[in-house]
């Protein structure tokens, strides 16, 4: 039943009526604000939410959709930072096995000589210090879905191992003699491009096939710059409670900073980045200067001539240098327009202009 705000006394005159039909919209529009701040706070809540709602996010969805409720192994292929994990666990959660375990294993942190017993466990005795049984990775993930983090680190021994297992369901513990089966879904995940690595020999093509039966491809976040904002304002949401402070959003100076990045490292980067600006804001709103000196360097060129290499004294020159062209341009090529927009004397823009090979 819809509660009426207020009443109208007959004869009405029009003011009043306006003025009550005013007060009802305010009234409705702000009730519909804090619904959908509420609804968006509650989705940032979510653990593990995937956020993003380009065009290139919004096939990810599809695939997740589409993969979710079968068995069918996943390899997942992008950048670091992209967000593999959260879409694997996306998947898990959106599959009949998400009351089951999900299990994490990185191949790339694992010492080589432990990732057997790591994936498929031992037996007391199978090794010194091994004192007891101990399960491994697919027997924890029996039922549930295990995922392979990293797979383009493995070595081609243990990926003949893991292809094994992918293709028998089942493998014996290290020093045992028993066969295990087990029911696990496989989602694997790598930022490398695992087709070069069978190329060049480091990955087993006959695991690759096994693998990729369906790819995910995640993508860097420079291609899908229009998601920064919302992603932004879920990390910025997420650490001011996090740190207790209470910032509400950022300047449109420091959004389109934020716009302007290429993030090399990804959401990871993004994340970091938010983190940071909470820490370091003084007053409600997020500044340029609270964000790290590397965005603020926005000029894509400045950031890539610092990752070539070139010295400060190399990219100060070349930053003048467009500065006096741009100028110039600007001023149809007049000298004194120029250097009086520029705060020089003639003479040393014409000196300037020789150095720079502009005469
Ligand atoms: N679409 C997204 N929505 C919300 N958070 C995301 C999204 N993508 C990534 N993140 C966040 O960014 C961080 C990095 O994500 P994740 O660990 O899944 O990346 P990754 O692709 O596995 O990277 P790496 O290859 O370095 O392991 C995490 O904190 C994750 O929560
Ligand atoms: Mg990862």
């Known amino acids: 039943m819809r509660r009426s705000l207020d009443y109208i006394v007959k004869p009405f005159n029009l003011d009043e009526l306006l003025l009550t039909v005013k007060k009802a919209v305010t009234v409705r529009k702000l009730s519909l604000e804090v619904a959908a701040l509420k609804e968006e706070q509650e ?3 979510q653990v593990d939410a995937l956020i993003g709602r380009s065009a290139p996010m919004q096939n990810v969805y599809k695939m997740i959709g589409r993969v979710a409720d079968s068995d069918v192994t996943v390899l997942l292929q992008g950048e670091s930072g992209t967000g593999k ?8 959660r959106y599959s009949k096995r998400r009351n089951e375990p999900f299990i994490k294993i990185n191949c790339a ?35 549930g879905t295990i995922f392979l983090d990293e797979i383009g680190e493995l070595s081609l ?3 003949a191992k893991l292809l094994r297992v992918l293709q028998e369901k089942e493998f014996e513990r290290v020093g045992g003699t028993e066969s295990i089966q087990v029911d696990v879904r496989i989602i694997a995940a790598t930022n490398k491009d695992l087709e070069r690595c069978v190329a060049e020999g480091t990955f087993r093509e006959d695991l690759y096939f096994r693998l990729n039966v369906v790819k995910i491809w995640l993508p860097p976040l420079r291609e899908r710059i229009e998601d920064v904002p919302l992603l932004a304002k ?14 509400t959003g950022f ?9 302007q990045y290429d993030w090399p490292g990804n959401v990871r980067e993004l994340r970091n980045v938010c983190e940071q600006a909470v820490v370091l804001a003084r007053g409600p709103v997020i500044m340029p200067e609270d964000l790290p000196f590397c965005l603020q360097a926005t000029n894509r060129e400045i950031r890539n001539s610092i990752r070539r290499g070139m010295t400060l004294k190399e990219i100060v020159a070349e930053v003048e240098r467009q500065v006096i062209l741009k100028t110039l341009q600007e001023h149809n090529w007049n000298r004194s327009a120029t250097a009086q927009a520029l705060g020089l004397n003639r003479r040393s823009l014409y000196a300037k202009m020789k150095e720079y090979g502009l005469l």
Request: hydrophobic share 40%.
């Open 109 to 143: 942190t694992i010492p080589e000589n432990l990732i057997e017993s790591e994936l498929f466990g031992y037996e007391k005795g199978a090794f010194t210090g091994a004192g007891s049984r101990k399960p491994g990775k697919f027997e924890l993930a029996h039922r």
């Open 251 to 259: 300047s449109p100076a420091a959004l389109e900073i934020m716009k």
């Open 43 to 45: 989705f940032f809540n």
């Open 157 to 159: 021994n243990t990926q």
């Open 85 to 92: 994990e959260v879409v694997a666990r996306a998947i898990h």
């Open 234 to 247: 879920a990390f910025l949401y997420k650490y001011s409670r996090e740190l207790n402070k209470h910032i």
